[in-house]
Nanobody, 123 residues
Framework: QVQLVESGGGLVQAGGSLRLSCAAS????????MGWFRQAPGKEREFVAA????????YYADSVKGRFTISRDNAKNTVYLQMNSLRPEDTAVYHC????????????????WGQGTQVTVST
């Protein structure tokens, strides 16, 4: 069973930056598209960004386009999310997961969710 461990969250002021990491165990990381999702209190989990298995293609939710960048290092079994120009509405628990495809309408999660990492953006 693949395990996902997210890290890098924290408390940051609006306009600040954070870099999230997600380390995956197991050998199947490099052959899967990966995605970042987030869940704010009282809201459903939503798609944030996705990257193809080889990093050639990236996709973003409109709300984060131009501010967030997803990347991956298959040698380290790790996917990253660089978040710049953070806004209070970005406050959420961020999760990563393998997805059945990076492009819409795919992006269904494939593995068990990790614990996530909390991002809190203050005004």
């Amino acid at each position: 069973q693949v395990q996902l461990v997210e890290s890098g969250g924290g408390l940051v002021q609006a306009g600040g930056s954070l870099r999230l990491s997600c380390a995956a165990s197991g050998r199947t990381f490099s052959t899967n598209a990966m995605g970042w999702f987030r869940q704010a209190p009282g809201k459903e989990r939503e798609f944030v960004a996705a990257i193809s298995w080889n990093g050639a293609y990236t996709y973003y939710a409109d709300s984060v386009k131009g501010r967030f960048t997803i990347s991956r290092d298959n040698a380290k079994n790790t996917v990253y999310l660089q978040m710049n120009s953070l806004r209070p509405e970005d406050t959420a628990v961020y999760h990563c997961n393998a997805v059945n495809g990076a492009s819409a309408p795919l992006r269904s999660p494939l593995w068990a969710w990790g614990q996530g990492t909390q991002v809190t953006v203050s005004t």
